[in-house]
């Protein structure tokens, strides 16, 4: 009988309000952190991808790579960033450009295509001495939303935590 009526009391309301919210952010931190360790490079997936010379970054989406001798375009996934003339495309691209270096790798999407309709290759970007997919560092940093072209791809929802965080 005490109990309903310390429910009843708004000061109990309130505390308990409280701490139900401190449990959900520590719940969605823990669950952030968790989801973001499968974003970035590990040992085990570079052993199983190749590293290419980058020639050109060409926007904040868009890297110019050498693949057997034959310039390729690549396409990032999940993001679209500012184009040429437009605000923010310079910066993209620079940020863009100090992630990826001279050296990338590449990894493809089974859930997309293989290529846009300009012949662009699909792909999410890793740095090789920083290791990170910048990708998601791009929507991470402001310069994209989360966009999809094709339907919810491999990483949809790591990168959608990059919004709630």
Known sequence: ???LKAFKNEWFQVIILIGLLLIA?????WWIARNLE???LTDE??????SYEVINVVDGDTIEILIDGKNEKLRLIGIDTPEYGEQDYEEAREYVRELVGNCVYIEGDDTQDERDKYDRLLVYVYGCENRLNVNYEVIKEGYSEVVKFDGEFEYWEEFGVVILN
Do not use: A, P, S
């Open 38 to 40: 499968d974003v970035h």
């Open 1 to 3: 009988m005490n109990y």
């Open 25 to 29: 952010i520590e719940v969605k931190d």
């Open 45 to 50: 997936k570079t052993e199983k991808l190749d």
